[in-house]
């Protein structure tokens, strides 16, 4: 099994910058078979969707929505993912979810709000 936890969010003004965390823990023998990890956000009455992914190698991928605003990087060696959210806007509103692939199964952080005023 491997557990994530998300931690950075909050409530912030438009314009302003947040930083999320995600830091996977588990068996060394889990851990090291992470390849991809990501953010996904759900805000209200809607449905999960992709922020930005990372694979092991480093290459990024970034919904059309926050290209240019937000960054994603990873430390391998901490087993932890950040989600560098720059310029927020009030549609930048939801809950915000950890992802990790290990093989076909993905697991999930427990999310943390960011809430975005206008």
């Known amino acids: 099994q491997v557990q994530l936890v998300e931690s950075g969010g909050g409530l912030v003004q438009a314009g302003r910058s947040l930083r999320l965390s995600c830091t996977a823990s588990?068996?060394?023998?889990?851990?090291?078979?992470?390849?991809?990890m990501g953010w996904y956000r759900q805000a209200p009455g809607k449905q999960r969707d992709l922020v930005a992914t990372?694979?092991?190698?480093?290459?990024?991928n970034f919904v059309d929505s926050v290209k240019g605003r937000f960054t994603i990087s990873r430390d391998n060696a901490k087993n932890t993912v950040y989600l560098q959210m720059n310029n927020l806007k009030p549609e930048d509103t939801a809950v915000y979810y950890c992802?990790?692939?290990?093989?076909?199964?993905?697991?999930w952080g427990q999310g943390t709000q960011v809430t975005v005023s206008s």
């Open positions: 588990g068996s060394i023998a889990m851990l090291v078979r992470i390849n991809t």
């Open positions: 990372i694979q092991s190698s480093g290459s990024t």
């Open positions: 992802a990790a692939r290990i093989g076909f199964r993905d697991y």
